[in-house]
């Protein structure tokens, strides 16, 4: 039984193999990046900063951080730590950035100590992306069905809140004191095809070990849905979040917004700083730390300048751009993005491309 989840959960970062093709479009070509007038010569970097914000500080343009700081295809995917205390300089003639005291981002970290590491600042606001890091966010049809389950609630209770206790059969062996508890949500829908993804992982709570065991006996540490018997557990894990530079992809990339995170797809609407699923990924060539721009689809509205008599009187709106997010967990088909700079409300099927 210990396997057959353990299995199980292994596909949890998966959806199925085959990939659908991004549509092809033109890029425009690459303009020089242009410096604010009121960029910082120096900037000392204090906690809280991130590399995204330090970017906007100095071009309207975040996403071309490497070209802000010359790094290499190999430095974007691990970028030299940057440390609160560090001193930035800003090179004008160069429209470039570097660690003042003659470090540059192409030169290897430093050696510090274990409690200032773990202060180098991530890409973007870690406490927001932190919880999507360790879950499963997308999972096959089946992809819960060997996972340990709820089977009975203490004292009966039907639905289960903080504080209570439930026994679980299917942990077995496992060492793991920290479970997730989950239950399969809606269907993550192509909408250009219509193809089912996959289905949404809905986090429901966290829950510790009491009692090993089979059945086990879990007591819930923190609820945000009702939980109740049938539901999932998953292992916990360590949250890692990503320090690669912002990017936009190297190749041309073009999907569609599938839903906001915990909503069911063509409903409702996201602002800043909120999570989004996207129907591209791995199989079209995402990665984490890229960056892709928001458009709202232009409307088709009648061409006022032709009699309403005739079959061209129709006039489809070019796409608006009104934002920017920024990928940070890839699956197969589908990504979950951070809204980051936006002007209006994201919609589910408002289009991404490169920025």
Same mark, same amino acid.
């Given at each position: 039984?210990?396997?057959?989840?353990?299995?199980?959960?292994?596909?949890?970062?998966?959806?199925? $193999?085959? +990939?659908?093709?991004?549509? +092809?479009?033109?890029?425009?070509?690459?303009?020089?990046?242009?410096?604010?007038?009121?960029?910082?010569?120096?900037?000392?970097?204090?906690?809280?900063?991130?590399?995204?914000?330090? +970017?906007?500080?100095?071009?309207?343009? *975040?996403?071309?951080?490497?070209?802000?700081?010359?790094?290499?295809?190999?430095? =974007?995917?691990?970028?030299?730590?940057?440390?609160?205390?560090?001193?930035?300089?800003?090179?004008?003639?160069?429209?470039?950035?570097?660690? $003042?005291?003659?470090?540059? @981002?192409?030169?290897?970290?430093?050696?510090?100590?274990?409690?200032?590491?773990?202060?180098? =600042?991530?890409?973007?606001?870690?406490?927001?992306?932190?919880?999507?890091?360790?879950?499963?966010?997308?999972?096959?049809?089946?992809?819960?069905?060997?996972?340990?389950?709820?089977?009975? $609630?203490?004292?009966?209770?039907?639905?289960?809140?903080?504080?209570?206790?439930?026994?679980?059969?299917?942990?077995?062996?496992?060492?793991?004191?920290?479970?997730?508890?989950?239950?399969?949500?809606?269907?993550?829908?192509?909408?250009?095809?219509?193809?089912?993804?996959?289905?949404?992982?809905?986090?429901?709570?966290?829950?510790?070990?009491?009692? +090993?065991?089979?059945?086990?006996?879990?007591?819930?540490?923190?609820?945000?849905?009702?939980?109740?018997?049938?539901?999932?557990?998953? *292992?916990?894990?360590?949250?890692?979040?990503?320090?690669?530079?912002?990017?936009?992809?190297?190749?041309?990339?073009?999907?569609?917004?599938?839903?906001?995170?915990?909503?069911?797809?063509?409903?409702?609407?996201?602002?800043?700083?909120?999570?989004?699923?996207?129907?591209?990924?791995?199989?079209?060539?995402?990665?984490?730390?890229?960056?892709? $721009?928001?458009?709202?689809?232009?409307?088709?509205?009648?061409?006022?300048?032709?009699?309403?008599?005739?079959?061209?009187?129709?006039?489809?709106?070019?796409?608006?751009?009104?934002?920017?997010?920024?990928?940070?967990?890839?699956?197969?088909?589908?990504?979950?993005?951070? @809204?980051?700079?936006?002007?209006?409300?994201?919609?589910?099927?408002?289009?991404?491309?490169?920025?």
């Amino acid at each position: 039984m210990h396997d057959q989840w353990r299995k199980s959960i292994t596909t949890l970062a998966f959806v199925l $193999a085959w +990939a659908v093709g991004a549509p +092809a479009f033109a890029q425009a070509p690459k303009t020089p990046l242009a410096m604010k007038p009121d960029a910082p010569d120096r900037y000392v970097v204090v906690p809280g900063d991130t590399l995204w914000g330090i +970017a906007q500080r100095y071009t309207d343009s *975040p996403w071309r951080w490497p070209e802000l700081w010359n790094m290499n295809k190999d430095q =974007i995917k691990n970028p030299h730590r940057i440390y609160p205390g560090n001193v930035i300089v800003l090179d004008r003639a160069r429209s470039q950035l570097a660690l $003042a005291g003659g470090g540059t @981002v192409k030169l290897s970290p430093r050696v510090r100590a274990e409690s200032t590491a773990k202060a180098a =600042i991530p890409s973007i606001p870690p406490a927001i992306i932190e919880p999507f890091l360790t879950r499963p966010l997308v999972v096959e049809p089946d992809g819960l069905d060997q996972a340990p389950s709820i089977v009975a $609630a203490e004292e009966s209770r039907v639905i289960l809140e903080n504080g209570n206790r439930a026994f679980v059969r299917g942990i077995g062996d496992s060492k793991e004191a920290t479970w997730f508890v989950y239950r399969r949500g809606a269907p993550l829908v192509d909408p250009d095809n219509n193809t089912t993804l996959g289905y949404e992982a809905i986090y429901l709570g966290t829950a510790r070990v009491v009692r +090993a065991g089979e059945p086990a006996v879990i007591q819930l540490t923190s609820v945000t849905q009702e939980i109740g018997v049938g539901d999932k557990l998953v *292992p916990a894990g360590k949250a890692e979040v990503p320090t690669y530079a912002p990017r936009a992809p190297s190749s041309a990339v073009q999907g569609r917004v599938i839903s906001m995170y915990g909503k069911i797809a063509r409903v409702g609407e996201a602002g800043a700083q909120t999570v989004i699923s996207i129907n591209r990924g791995k199989s079209q060539g995402l990665e984490v730390g890229h960056v892709l $721009a928001l458009y709202r689809p232009g409307a088709t509205v009648a061409d006022a300048s032709r009699p309403r008599d005739t079959s061209a009187g129709a006039l489809t709106l070019p796409n608006e751009r009104y934002g920017l997010a920024f990928v940070f967990r890839v699956f197969d088909r589908v990504s979950y993005a951070l @809204v980051m700079n936006i002007s209006r409300p994201v919609n589910p099927l408002d289009v991404v491309q490169n920025p």
